[in-house]
C-alpha cells in the first residue's frame, strides 16, 4: 500500500507519558505536570453535573449540529447561531479549515515558532507553508504581510502566542489585517482569550462584520478545564462557517462535551477565579525568574517561555527526574523551557527544582 506521497515523512505526534507511567519509572509518590498549558483548578462544578447527568445516555449519539450548545454560545457572544462551528478541540477546526481552503500547491503563512498543527495540516494538504521568523517572540506582521503572495491562501496569528505567550494588540492587528487582500483567510487563534487581561488584546468578535475574511478559534480545553473532552470551535461568517462545516465529520463532538460546555458557559464566577489566580501565579513565576537572574518572555496565556541559559532538554530531564513536567524542544529556543502555569503549591515546587537543576548544572562534577 502506498500512502500520499507527501505524508510519507511526517512527523507523528509524540505525546508525553501519562503521569503515572512517570511514577513508576521514578518510583515517585507525586508528579507535577506543568507541560500542557492545563487549567489546574479543573473545571466548573456545574461542568461536571452535567457530565454525570450524561452518565444514562452514552449509548444514544450526539447532536451532530450540537444545537443547544451552539445557541448558547451564540447568546454568550452576541452573534448568530450560524456563525459558529464546533470540533474535537480547536485542532479539528484547524484542519477542517486546511481540508477546505488548502489545495497542493497554495501558501499558507504562519510564525517560525507557532502551535504546530497549522503546518502539519497545511502539509497533509500538500500546501506551502511560509514560516516568518518572530521578533523578540512576537508575530512581525509587516513581514507576514510582505509574504503574501497570490498564492497565499491562509495567514495564521496565534494570540497569544504558543510557546512564547505575546499577544499582537488590537491596534496592530487591524492595521495588519486591513492590509491583508480581502480573498485571503486569517485565522486568529484565541485558545488563551479567557486569560489575558491586557487592554490592548484585540476585541475579536466585534471585529467578525468588519473582515469577512477573519476566522476566530476558541477552546473549552484551557480556562474551561474540559481538555479531555476535546471540543473547541470557531467562528466566522456565516458563508465561511457553511464551507467549514461541508467537510466536517458528523457527530464528531460528543454528549458530555456539549453539555459540560454548555454548564461551563454558565459558570463565568469559576472563570474570573481562574483568570486571577491564573494572573498571580505569572507575576510569582516572572518575579522568580527576575530574582534567578533568567530571561523570558512577558506572557499573556497561562505559560511562560523562559531561557534557562542550559540546554533545555538537559533540564528538562533533570526536572522530570524530581517530578516535574515542562515542555521542551522549541527548535528556535535551544535554551528555552514552557512551563504552565500551576496552583501556587505547584509553582513553589518548580521554582525550587529549577533552581537546585540549575545549580547542580553549573557545579563541577
Known amino acids: 500500500m502506498k500512502p500520499k506521497a507527501n505524508i510519507v515523512n511526517l512527523p507523528v505526534y509524540q505525546p508525553g507519558k501519562p503521569i503515572e507511567e512517570v511514577k513508576r519509572e521514578l518510583g515517585l509518590s507525586e508528579v507535577v505536570k506543568l507541560a500542557s498549558n ?19 445516555n452514552l449509548s444514544v449519539y450526539p447532536d451532530g449540529s450540537a444545537a443547544e450548545l451552539t445557541a448558547a454560545l451564540a447568546g454568550h457572544l452576541g452573534i448568530n447561531s450560524n456563525q459558529i462551528i464546533f470540533g474535537c478541540g480547536s485542532d479539528e477546526i484547524i484542519a477542517l479549515i486546511a481540508r477546505a481552503f488548502l489545495s497542493s500547491g497554495d501558501e499558507t503563512i504562519m510564525a ?25 517572540g512576537k ?23 504558543n510557546p512564547t505567550g505575546t499577544i499582537v494588540s488590537e491596534e496592530e492587528f487591524i492595521r495588519f489585517i486591513d492590509a491583508v487582500p480581502s480573498e485571503v483567510m486569517v485565522v486568529l487563534d484565541e485558545a488563551y482569550y479567557e486569560y489575558v487581561v491586557d487592554s ?10 468588519r473582515y469577512h475574511n477573519l476566522v476566530v478559534l476558541r477552546t473549552f480545553s484551557k480556562i474551561y478545564g474540559l481538555a479531555s473532552l476535546r471540543i473547541g470551535y470557531g467562528i466566522g461568517q456565516a458563508e465561511v462557517i457553511r464551507f467549514i462545516n461541508q467537510v466536517r465529520e458528523p457527530f464528531n463532538t460528543g454528549r458530555p462535551a456539549q453539555a459540560a460546555a454548555k ?10 477565579s481562574c483568570r486571577k489566580n491564573n494572573a498571580e501565579g505569572i507575576v510569582y513565576l516572572q518575579q522568580e525568574f527576575d530574582r534567578m537572574g533568567l530571561k523570558y518572555f512577558p506572557s499573556h496565556g497561562n505559560f511562560i517561555l523562559v531561557d534557562v541559559q542550559a540546554p533545555a532538554k538537559e533540564v528538562f530531564e533533570s526536572l522530570l527526574s524530581k517530578g516535574i513536567i515542562i515542555r521542551s524542544g522549541f527548535s528556535c529556543y535551544p535554551t528555552y523551557i514552557r512551563v504552565s502555569v500551576g496552583t501556587p503549591e505547584h509553582n513553589q515546587a518548580f521554582i525550587g527544582a529549577l533552581e537546585q537543576v540549575l545549580r547542580d548544572m553549573k557545579s563541577p562534577v
Not at 112 to 136: C, R
Not at 139 to 161: F, S
Not at 263 to 272: R, V
Open 38 to 56: 492545563e487549567n489546574p483548578y479543573g473545571c466548573s462544578p456545574l461542568a461536571k453535573e452535567a457530565i454525570v447527568a450524561e452518565f444514562s
Open 112 to 136: 517560525d515558532q507557532t502551535f504546530s498543527v497549522y503546518k502539519s495540516n497545511a502539509d497533509i494538504e500538500n500546501a506551502v507553508s511560509i514560516e516568518v521568523p518572530l521578533v523578540d
Open 139 to 161: 508575530h512581525d506582521l509587516d513581514a507576514m504581510l510582505k509574504a503574501i503572495t497570490d498564492r497565499t491562501k491562509i495567514v495564521w496569528v496565534c494570540n497569544p502566542n
Open 200 to 209: 490592548s488584546y484585540p476585541e475579536s468578535i466585534k471585529l467578525l462584520d
Open 263 to 272: 454548564a461551563a458557559l454558565q459558570d463565568q464566577k469559576f472563570i474570573e
